[in-house]
């Protein structure tokens, strides 16, 4: 039997830090579902990757709430907000802007796409051209973007919330793996619970939308502490040979065409510290690599035979030992 992973030293701190964490994501959570009913989990799942830095796909049908998700995301948060609406006749200044002549300077002027924001809804991403969508490879991995020659910094956080409708393929286009190797996560929203659904339409049918009264339970200094606090959860030895175990298992099956990069087991480890910070831990646990491997490294895979990503991802959790 394995030692357990040892815990950093206590630290009072960094305790009442985690605390308030807590307090804090927890009010967040609730205050979204005052607008997307009876999906916490979701939401939760959706604000530990934005915690940890990263960006979110998700793949549903039209009509389940994802647009409205990123508005009260943005909303609550105090974070500025755009919205693309990816189609094929985009192009990449589109998206991240353009040098423009300024006839009174008698210079070139570099004026800023919709990409210079916080959280950014990248609609439907998928109809829009690979060239057009390679304009989101940069910044979505460095924070930053190229243009002629030039690079302008964007402030941060900047996080990239993508939709796709996994029925429709007439007039779409295959996401690169590069593409889908920068998405922390892939989930669905799913249809909610019957129950909610009717709290939906209340909430709903009023004469006033809801989200335009959704007020910010923290500010954007505050979320960016949050993702400052990320790097600071402590992962033990044997939690991280955990984590690389469960990426080796995947590259030496055959079944495996694509299995996952050095960059998935870091977003996966990142997203672990985010949900121990949830938990009100300041270490990470195997559970928080479990609970959240499906969707951190199904979509980046690709497995012959009849296994979903989620399946596979699960039968290769039961087949790594675990840490005790």
């Given at each position: 039997m394995n030692p357990a992973p040892p815990r950093p030293p206590a630290d009072p701190e960094r305790a009442a830090q985690v605390q308030r964490f807590g307090t804090e994501f927890r009010a967040v959570v609730e205050n979204i579902g005052r607008v997307i009913k009876g999906k916490d989990e979701v939401i939760a799942k959706v604000l530990l990757a934005m915690t940890a830095g990263g960006h979110v796909l998700?793949?549903?049908?039209?009509?389940?709430?994802k647009t409205m998700l990123a508005r009260a995301i943005a909303a609550t948060v105090a974070c500025r907000f755009k919205r693309i609406q990816f189609t094929p006749d985009l192009l990449p200044m589109d998206i991240t802007g353009t040098n423009v002549f300024n006839l009174r300077a008698k210079a070139f002027e570099f004026q800023p796409g919709p990409i210079f924001t916080n959280i950014l809804l990248a609609d439907e991403i998928n109809r829009a051209t690979p060239k057009t969508q390679s304009a989101l490879l940069e910044v979505?991995?460095?924070?930053?973007?190229?243009?002629?020659?030039?690079?302008?910094?964007?402030p941060p956080p900047f996080q990239v919330i993508a939709t796709m409708n996994p029925l429709d393929h007439q007039g779409t286009y295959t996401l690169p793996a590069a593409q889908l190797d920068r998405f922390t996560m892939q989930l669905s929203m799913g249809f909610p619970?019957?129950?909610?659904?009717?709290?939906?339409?209340?909430?709903?049918?009023?004469?006033?939308?809801?989200?335009?009264?959704l007020q910010s339970i923290i500010s954007h200094e505050e979320f960016l502490a949050?993702?400052?606090?990320?790097?600071?959860?402590?992962?033990?030895e044997q939690v991280k040979r955990y984590l690389v175990a469960i990426a080796t298992q995947m590259r030496g099956d055959s079944r495996v065409l694509a299995p996952p990069s050095p960059r998935a087991v870091l977003m996966l480890a990142r997203v672990a510290q985010a949900q121990a910070l949830a938990a009100g831990r300041d270490y990470v646990?195997?559970?928080d690599v479990q609970v959240l491997a499906p969707d951190v490294l199904a979509h980046r895979l690709v497995v012959s035979g009849d296994d979903t990503g989620h399946a596979y991802v699960d039968e290769v959790l039961a087949r790594v030992p675990v840490p005790a």
């Open positions: 998700l793949l549903d049908v039209p009509g389940t709430g979505m991995a460095e924070g930053q973007v190229t243009v002629e020659g030039h690079t302008h910094r964007l619970p019957p129950e909610a659904e009717i709290e939906l339409l209340d909430v709903h049918l009023g004469a006033r939308k809801v989200i335009d009264d949050w993702q400052a606090m990320v790097p600071q959860i402590f992962i033990a646990s195997p559970v």
